[in-house]
């Protein structure tokens, strides 16, 4: 749970408040209350102004200080990640009963995205879903991916990605969505060296596309992909290392496997 979520919980309790009650004196669903206080949704700017006003404290104490302990915060303990850089406040859209949706960021709202992309509101501007089946756990988000270069994946395909707060996560070899300053949202497999030299390299599945590497101080936010939506079933013969004489050679092989094992 974030220490804005323990915050929350804390400072209410101490004000013996109930959630219907603070609700209602910040003007808001008792539902995204209980979001908050259970790390399913960040409030967004607007909303932590409320809150600071309601319990009487700054902005930076709820976000950033553990008002829990004895000393009510008083030691400042900063928000980090791993690495020692201040955890990114991530918006995240949620319905009436504070269950978690889907935003999906369709390419021609991907440039926009690129401002907008820690506003709660623009996040609920957004086309929402529900998607069954995701993996449980973190915060997911939807991009439409345009071109050929992750071939055999056509373009037009809808990547769900979830959530990655600290960036030495990255495995290398996964396929990755990077929110960044120079490209905007960028769909590729990806490869870290952040410990050594602070960069990605990023590879595109269509070896027709020349590899690159990118500064970590040009990410904005990384998604690692979990899922995605098409309409267009992949064609093999758009990649050439699935030509039809790899798929040839591929069943023959598998065809003397099953002779083997029947011998």
């Known amino acids: 749970m974030s220490i804005i979520a323990d915050n929350i919980k804390t400072l209410r309790k101490k004000l013996g408040m109930t959630q219907g009650t603070l609700a209602e004196a910040m003007g808001i669903k008792r539902s995204l209350i209980g979001a908050y206080e259970e790390g399913r949704a960040e409030p967004r ?23 829990s302990g004895p000393d009510g915060g008083k030691s400042q303990s900063a928000l980090t990640r791993a690495g020692g850089e201040r955890l990114r ?45 995701l993996p449980k756990g973190g915060t997911h988000r939807a991009f439409e991916i345009v ?11 809808i990547v769900v990605g ?6 030495r996560d990255i495995k290398s070899g996964d396929t990755y969505i990077l929110l960044t300053n120079s490209e905007g949202v960028v769909y590729k497999r990806v490869f870290n060296y952040i410990d050594e030299s602070q960069k990605l390299f990023l590879v595109s599945d269509n070896r027709s596309y020349t590899p690159y590497e990118m500064s970590i101080d040009d990410v904005l936010e ?6 995605f939506i098409s309409v267009t079933f992949p064609d093999p013969s758009a990649d050439p290392q699935w030509s039809l004489e790899k798929l040839t050679s591929m069943v023959l092989e598998l065809q003397q496997e099953v002779t083997k094992l029947k011998n």
């Open 162 to 167: 979830r959530y990655v707060e600290d960036w």
């Open 147 to 157: 071109g050929d270069s992750m071939l055999p994946m056509p373009s037009g395909t």
């Open 45 to 67: 700017l607007n909303n932590l102004v409320k809150l600071a006003e309601v319990f009487q404290t700054s902005i930076d104490n709820l976000v950033q200080v553990d008002m």
């Open 89 to 133: 406040i991530l918006s995240v859209a949620v319905d009436d009963q504070g269950e978690d949706l889907v935003p999906l960021v369709p390419q021609k709202a991907a440039a926009g995205y690129l401002s907008g992309y820690a506003d709660g509101e623009y996040l609920q501007e957004l086309p929402q879903f529900k998607l069954p089946n």
């Open 222 to 227: 990384v998604w690692a992909a979990k899922a």
